[in-house]
């Protein structure tokens, strides 16, 4: 049997991403371990397939989390991806970064780098913003379409609602996209 520089157990997003910078320079031989099956699958094809597979044992761990003393000890359903692509095969698509001040809290705790300022360029250097009726590149970087103008107005009510109400119930703000 081949040797290999390098296992990774698990061909989720990060599985993949480290698989493919490892293997960049072609001095590595990388072995890519996935316990699920290939991502040649109709429902992993379409987008909002993600409702036809968010309970497939096919492609999903389909795991159960233990009773949560903080829900009212309800037990809930907590789907995983198993299959190659990991969850990111079986994802809803939707695409945001954290919010900047979290970020500067990591830098801020002692992790010269992670501000958001010095993060930024790293999101800009694997995106590549396309518009959402273009047809996606088989290979290359991550593609992300910008579909803030297809919001229904009713969102941005709710939204507006929920900051209102908020200060009655607890210290959390909604952040209107
Ligand atoms: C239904 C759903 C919707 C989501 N929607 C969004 C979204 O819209 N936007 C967003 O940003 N995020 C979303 N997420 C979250 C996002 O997809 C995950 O956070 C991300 O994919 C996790 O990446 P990971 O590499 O940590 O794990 P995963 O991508 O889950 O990869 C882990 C991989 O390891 C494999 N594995 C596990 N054990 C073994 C083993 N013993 N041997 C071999 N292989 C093994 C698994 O089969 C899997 O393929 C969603 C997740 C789910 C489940």
Known sequence: MAGFDYIIIGAGSAGCVLADRLSLNGKFQVLLVEAGPSDDHFWLRVPLG?????????VNWRYHTIAETGLGNRQLYWPRGRVLGGSSSINALVYHYGQPADYDDWAASGNPGWDYHSIKPIYDSFEDIIRADEELPKIGKLSVSDVSDEYHPLKSHFFLMANCLAPFFSATYFVVL
């Open 50 to 58: 993600y409702g036809m597979t968010f309970d497939d044992s096919r």
